[in-house]
């Protein structure tokens, strides 16, 4: 799940205080993509010329201006109009070109000339599904998947869902979709083709690490509705707490398993984040301020001058003092890697158990481009309180512990006794 920072609820997205770099970046490419669709509707008409478009009274102080940050500040449009009436007088099958579809793919063309995988532009339907992500309630397969080393990978099934229960792993890397090679497919691409009505299915070819060949798992869809916070009790002093990720009711969820580990005096808390794919921003900062004391550094923000801006806890710490062990693995990304080094770095009681996070630390800001569509954009990276990088990078964690396939198989979950043994001998 991608971070989306000041996040609050899907339909009406809080966009925070960015600097004012910010803002005009967004402005940059809002404009831009206005000017493409105006262009359309008004210059074909005119019988312009395509290759002095953007030389043209109507567009090149615009143009100017609109990308007086980028390394090229006078793009040829003229190369994209003619492409433009070539596609519509010669294509065989002109008749048919879907305006709109055309426009929007080029916008998309244009993004992924960043090699961002995280900016991207949401259609009218992918930006129902993205909504629907945020919401935790929509229908597929329950995985979050992520671009790692330019290959489709599983960050991590959801708890429960169709991916977990056909056995889909975090770190499996993801060669084709319905036998579509997925190479060239973008993160929402391969997203909307898992997606589908409950009780159809979806087959995906993947590689394992320990495998010497490739495998297929055939997937259900299904309603997914996922609960994000799960407690239970090793021992009748230390809590389990599983996050699963960060989505509108964590944060209530989180609260509500506060209450039960201070009625019962929990000594030892094991906070697990594994698989947790990350989500809201504000969920991560909130359940920090639940288990860090006030006014500490939970992430710092830094845009691509270097500017840094610190993220705070907002006070109602009532659980700093319970030793305290998080679980993370290679599904651990985003949200869940940002609270795992918030924790470790404010605190001398807390110890990272199991194997190195994911490493997503970009920050993205959405943007509404019109009533249907909108623009998901990184602005910036996260750091942890003491500056290192997440992005790329990952948590390590303090005591490493491999879980094997065949501890997999086998129902073992050794990165999970190892953490219960440290708690055990610190609660002593």
Same mark, same amino acid.
């Given at each position: 799940?991608?971070?989306?920072?000041?996040?609050?609820?899907?339909?009406?997205?809080?966009?925070?205080?960015?600097?004012?770099?910010?803002?005009?970046?967004?402005?940059?490419?809002?404009?831009?993509?206005?000017?493409?669709?105006?262009?359309?509707?008004?210059?074909?008409?005119?019988?312009?010329?395509?290759?002095?478009?953007?030389?043209?009274?109507?567009?090149?102080?615009?143009?100017?201006?609109?990308?007086?940050?980028?390394?090229?500040?006078?793009?040829?449009?003229?190369?994209?109009?003619?492409?433009?009436?070539?596609?519509?007088?010669?294509?065989?099958?002109?008749?048919?070109?879907?305006?709109?579809?055309?426009?929007?793919?080029?916008?998309?063309?244009?993004?992924?000339?960043?090699?961002?995988?995280?900016?991207?532009?949401?259609?009218?339907?992918?930006?129902?599904?993205?909504?629907?992500?945020?919401?935790?309630?929509?229908?597929?397969?329950?995985?979050?998947?992520?671009?790692?080393?330019?290959?489709?990978?599983?960050?991590?099934?959801?708890?429960?869902?169709?991916?977990?229960?056909?056995?889909?792993?975090?770190?499996?890397?993801?060669?084709?979709?319905?036998?579509?090679?997925?190479?060239?497919?973008?993160?929402?691409?391969?997203?909307?083709?898992?997606?589908?009505?409950?009780?159809?299915?979806?087959?995906?070819?993947?590689?394992?690490?320990?495998?010497?060949?490739?495998?297929?798992?055939?997937?259900?869809?299904?309603?997914?509705?996922?609960?994000?916070?799960?407690?239970?009790?090793?021992?009748? +002093?230390?809590?389990?707490? %599983?996050? =699963?990720?960060?989505?509108? #009711?964590?944060?209530?969820?989180?609260?509500?398993? /506060?209450? @039960?580990?201070?009625?019962?005096?929990?000594?030892?808390?094991?906070?697990?984040?594994?698989?947790?794919?990350?989500?809201?921003?504000?969920?991560?900062?909130?359940?920090?301020?639940?288990?860090?004391?006030?006014?500490?550094?939970?992430?710092?923000?830094?845009?691509?001058?270097?500017?840094?801006?610190?993220?705070?806890?907002?006070?109602?710490?009532?659980?700093?003092?319970?030793?305290?062990?998080?679980?993370?693995?290679?599904?651990?990304?985003?949200?869940?890697?940002?609270?795992?080094? +918030?924790?470790?770095?404010? %605190?001398? =009681?807390?110890?990272?158990? #199991?194997?190195?996070?994911?490493?997503?630390?970009? /920050?993205? @800001?959405?943007?509404?481009?019109?009533?249907?569509?909108?623009?998901?954009?990184?602005?910036?990276?996260?750091?942890?309180?003491?500056?290192?990088?997440?992005?790329?990078?990952?948590?390590?964690?303090?005591?490493?512990?491999?879980?094997?396939?065949?501890?997999?198989?086998?129902?073992?979950?050794?990165?999970?006794?190892?953490?219960?043994?440290?708690?055990?001998?610190?609660?002593?």
């Amino acid at each position: 799940m991608n971070e989306v920072k000041g996040m609050t609820a899907p339909s009406n997205v809080n966009q925070g205080s960015p600097r004012p770099k910010k803002r005009g970046s967004f402005v940059s490419l809002f404009f831009l993509t206005v000017l493409v669709v105006l262009a359309y509707s008004i210059g074909v008409e005119r019988g312009k010329s395509t290759s002095n478009v953007a030389g043209s009274s109507a567009f090149s102080l615009p143009v100017s201006n609109i990308l007086s940050n980028a390394k090229d500040t006078h793009p040829d449009l003229g190369t994209f109009w003619k492409t433009w009436d070539i596609l519509h007088e010669r294509f065989v099958d002109s008749e048919e070109l879907d305006s709109t579809a055309l426009v929007y793919g080029a916008i998309k063309g244009m993004l992924s000339a960043t090699d961002d995988p995280y900016t991207t532009f949401f259609d009218p339907e992918e930006n129902k599904a993205f909504n629907e992500d945020i919401s935790g309630s929509f229908e597929g397969i329950g995985a979050e998947i992520g671009i790692k080393n330019k290959i489709l990978t599983i960050v991590a099934p959801l708890d429960d869902a169709p991916a977990e229960q056909a056995g889909l792993r975090a770190g499996d890397k993801v060669f084709e979709i319905d036998d579509q090679n997925t190479a060239e497919m973008t993160i929402d691409e391969a997203k909307n083709k898992m997606r589908g009505k409950k009780g159809t299915e979806v087959k995906l070819t993947i590689f394992r690490d320990g495998d010497k060949e490739t495998r297929d798992i055939v997937i259900r869809r299904d309603v997914i509705n996922v609960k994000s916070v799960k407690l239970s009790w090793k021992d009748d +002093a230390i809590a389990l707490v %599983r996050i =699963n990720q960060f989505g509108e #009711g964590t944060v209530h969820e989180f609260e509500e398993a /506060v209450k @039960e580990v201070r009625s019962r005096n929990a000594r030892g808390i094991l906070l697990d984040l594994r698989d947790n794919p990350g989500g809201l921003l504000d969920g991560a900062v909130d359940i920090a301020s639940r288990m860090i004391p006030k006014k500490s550094p939970v992430v710092l923000e830094e845009d691509g001058e270097g500017r840094r801006e610190t993220l705070s806890t907002r006070g109602g710490d009532v659980l700093s003092g319970t030793e305290t062990v998080v679980l993370i693995n290679e599904g651990s990304a985003s949200a869940s890697e940002i609270l795992a080094a +918030a924790l470790r770095e404010n %605190r001398g =009681n807390v110890t990272l158990i #199991g194997k190195k996070s994911f490493g997503k630390g970009s /920050v993205q @800001e959405l943007v509404s481009i019109s009533n249907e569509t909108a623009l998901k954009v990184t602005v910036a990276r996260w750091l942890t309180p003491k500056g290192k990088q997440i992005n790329k990078e990952g948590i390590a964690p303090d005591i490493e512990v491999e879980f094997t396939n065949e501890d997999y198989d086998a129902g073992r979950d050794p990165q999970l006794d190892r953490a219960l043994e440290v708690v055990r001998e610190k609660i002593r």
